[in-house]
């Protein structure tokens, strides 16, 4: 009889054990842990660049020179970028510099003044040419564990060769350089501002790819052009002109990161 009752209580015990395990919530498994922004990077971007500068020199309008000469420019671009990161939650801030290189070479020619009749015509042309551009910027994004959407401001910098020159043309005999000069903006202190905004996504450990787009403005500024009077001749004369500029710039750029480091502090 005692046995048959501790039997009872044995599987009594077992059958309600079962019961209660099953009634249990299962155990959660552990979270993914989502992609982290923090830290160093370096890498290297290509893409385009469209530069639109405006050239005047209101003193000559006198002779028919029109206000406002107009250079549009295009050319694929390169170079090489760096920054560092803090991630707060999904908010990453940081900041990042870059510089890229190309060729935003064109040249506008405009006929200023010529007579009626034409015996002869002065002409005048005008070249631009972009050979760096470069920024350091503030960043601010939203993270999706391996997306970053992003806005970028800050400062930037560029560096414009000019050319300038000055031509007569006489009917049945020929063409004579009136004026040649040149001007860089290396001399000038080209600063202007700059803003923008990306996409970047982390494709693999310590590897990300963007797409990028940024506007550069460098404001009114006047570039010393020097040259001569009667260039090529025994009568060439040195002399310097202020040619005002207004130059803005338009990148699009895709690029590769490479995440070296975690930050430090």
Do not use: C
């Not at 990161?85 to 908010?91: A, D």
């Not at 801030?93 to 010529?114: L, Q």
């Not at 202190?189 to 803003?195: A, D, E, I, L, M």
């Amino acid at each position: 009889m005692k046995f048959r009752f501790l039997a009872s209580v044995a599987s009594f015990t077992v059958v309600a054990g079962s019961a209660f395990a099953a009634d249990m919530p299962l155990r959660a498994p552990p979270p993914v842990l989502a992609y982290d922004w923090s830290g160093f990077y370096l890498g290297g971007v290509i893409g385009g660049g469209w530069t639109r500068t405006d050239t005047s020199n209101s003193g000559l309008s006198i002779l028919g020179v029109p206000v406002v000469q107009t250079t549009d420019s295009s050319s694929f671009i390169g170079g090489v970028e760096g920054g560092d990161r803090y991630q707060f939650g999904k908010l990453v801030i940081g900041w990042e510099a870059d510089m890229v290189w190309g060729g935003n070479n064109n040249a506008t020619s405009i006929t200023t003044f010529s007579p009626t009749p034409a015996v002869f015509t002065v002409s005048r042309a005008i070249t631009a040419d972009t050979r760096w551009a470069g920024t350091a910027t503030s960043t601010v994004g939203i993270a999706h564990d391996r997306w970053l959407i992003y806005g970028k401001a800050g400062v930037a910098w560029a560096k414009t060769d000019y050319t300038d020159n000055w031509t007569l043309n006489v009917a049945g005999v020929g063409t004579a350089a009136l004026f040649s000069g040149i001007g860089s903006t290396s001399n000038s202190n080209q600063v202007g501002w700059t803003v923008g905004t990306g996409v970047e996504w982390a494709i693999w450990n310590n590897w990300s790819i963007k797409a990028e787009y940024d506007y550069l403005d460098f404001g009114n500024k006047t570039v010393a052009i020097n040259g001569s009077v009667l260039p090529n001749t025994t009568f060439s004369i040195p002399a310097s002109v202020g040619l005002e500029n207004t130059q803005h710039i338009n990148q699009f750029k895709f690029g590769i990161n490479w995440h070296i480091m975690p930050n430090l502090w």
